[in-house]
């Protein structure tokens, strides 16, 4: 017996797809709050002010906090004893279309080449919808959707396998090439090892991670990344990243993929849990 | 320091701005992203006149979100965009059009040099987007709307616009190049750790 109804998932789908746009998360907002009390440059203290307030606004208003949307990812965990009769993907598609026109959101999707917009925020290859199969019966949704702002500056590079010291300065490089363009106070997110496309991918999950404790290598790569100063919006500051997140893959012994992703302070992202 | 200003912007009112201090704007912004920087350019030009005046304007990066409402447009986000998409398209619109402003965020390299004298460039918090559309009261005009949403030049009228960071004055001093500069020393002594391992 399917155990969720077609409808049922896609009002849920919508309710998340807004409540993504409009609610940050608990975590980041307890985040930007301590870094706006230790702040001591009086110019980013203002621009962390005017970033907990506009949070505020967007929760009571039910807004989406910043006009780029983002495009959509979502990750859906399904365990082996659920019974789904519809196409999950079709019902996450067209969630994505009536959050779009409701709520709304802006058409961020176009062509790669001819730039023509969809309008409806779906494409080929968009919303990135990706599955987890799991033992027992769980059935759960996860939604990101993504700015272009932080997503533009970020890089990936094929080191050699002797140049694990690189590795630092390469994250360090990427925040200081993207300045105050990426929104900060960010989140970086690096993938470490797999190939070209699985480091890509590391670093995306990494990024999107919740903000608890960093380990130790975490953590000096979050200090190293501090003491550039690039501060709230570029315009200096104590702080220029809230955490600096490493997810790691085994990797062929010729190769050492590292992949660098960064997220604006609007580290959006709900989830729930259908069972 | 906090100051008030209302649009039309004059030289006199943007010579009293330094790098650091904190603006509040009223009066009228025009959004302009990459595609109006393209047609701006192109009707420069090409001597065409443009539907709208740019003396004492205040561009704004923008692509904003707004809802049809059933004879008007409410806007529900107006966060600015980054900056450096529009830096090779600026020197050509600050020269030819009398514009007084910039809002946007992450600021302009290398552009302080050509607004000497006569425009700054404002910093919004990026992101801020509701906070944003707080500040617009209403939508004046819509020029060049087969452009899209996010592409069109929207002229808002805003009420204590901000807070604006002045990120660039008119005397040259760029915020963000004085950052960039003490970043690439912490940068320069990770490297020279990294390299002497």
């Not at chain 1, 390469?170 to 090892?193: D, H, K, N, Q, S």
């Not at chain 2, 020029?143 to 009228?157: D, I, K, P, S």
Request: hydrophobic content about 40%; glycine content about 8%; aromatic content about 6%.
């Amino acid at each position: 017996m399917p155990i969720i109804s077609r409808d049922f998932f896609v009002k849920n789908i919508i309710e998340l797809i807004i409540q993504s746009e409009t609610i940050l998360p608990e975590d980041t907002v307890i985040a930007l709050e301590n870094t706006w009390q230790k702040e001591s440059n009086t110019v980013a203290k203002s621009q962390l002010s005017a970033i907990l307030k506009n949070i505020e606004i967007a929760r009571e208003k039910k807004h989406p906090l910043c006009q780029d949307t983002g495009i959509f990812i979502f990750n859906v965990t399904i365990g082996k004893n659920i019974v789904i009769d519809f196409d999950i993907n079709d019902a996450i598609c067209e969630s994505l279309r009536y959050a779009t026109e409701t709520l709304p959101l802006r058409p961020n999707v176009v062509h790669p080449l001819t730039r023509e917009n969809s309008l409806d925020n779906t494409g080929d290859g968009l919303p990135d919808i990706t599955f987890n199969l799991t033992e027992g019966s769980d059935f759960e949704v996860f939604v990101y959707p993504k700015g272009a702002g932080s997503e533009n500056m970020s890089r990936l590079a094929m080191f050699k396998p002797s140049q694990n010291e690189e590795i630092k300065r390469f994250v360090v490089e990427t925040v200081f090439a993207a300045g105050g363009m990426p929104c900060p106070p960010i989140i970086v997110g690096v993938g470490i090892g797999g190939s070209f496309d699985i480091a890509a991918r590391l670093s995306k999950k990494a990024a999107l991670r919740p903000l608890d404790e960093m380990n130790d290598f975490e953590q000096e790569l979050c200090d190293a990344v501090n003491t550039l100063g690039i501060g709230a919006m570029g315009l200096g500051g104590d702080t220029t990243a809230l955490a600096v997140h490493v997810n790691t893959a085994h990797c062929h012994t010729a190769s050492l993929p590292v992949a660098v992703n960064i997220q604006c302070w609007a580290n959006r992202r709900a989830h729930k849990k259908f069972v | 320091m906090e100051h008030r200003l209302t649009t039309p912007l004059t030289k006199e009112a943007i010579l009293k701005l330094k790098a650091g201090d904190i603006l509040y704007l009223t009066g009228s912004v025009f959004t302009a992203r990459d595609e109006a920087h393209r047609h701006i350019l192109d009707a420069l030009s090409h001597h065409r006149k443009l539907p709208f005046g740019l003396t004492g304007a205040v561009i704004y990066h923008c692509g904003p979100l707004l809802r049809k409402t059933e004879n008007s447009w409410q806007v529900v986000s107006a966060g600015p965009t980054t900056s450096e998409r529009m830096t090779q398209m600026t020197p050509a619109l600050v020269e030819n059009t009398g514009i007084r402003a910039i809002i946007g965020k992450g600021g302009m390299k290398g552009i302080a040099p050509l607004l000497k004298g006569r425009c700054v460039y404002l910093a919004y918090t990026g992101g801020c987007a509701v906070l944003a559309a707080e500040g617009i009261s209403r939508v004046a005009n819509i020029h060049w709307q087969n452009l899209g949403m996010a592409e069109a030049v929207w002229e808002f009228e805003v009420k204590d616009f901000g807070p604006l960071i002045v990120g660039i004055d008119s005397y040259g001093v760029d915020l963000y190049e004085k950052v960039l500069e003490k970043a690439s020393e912490a940068l320069k002594a990770i490297v020279m750790a990294s390299d002497s391992k």
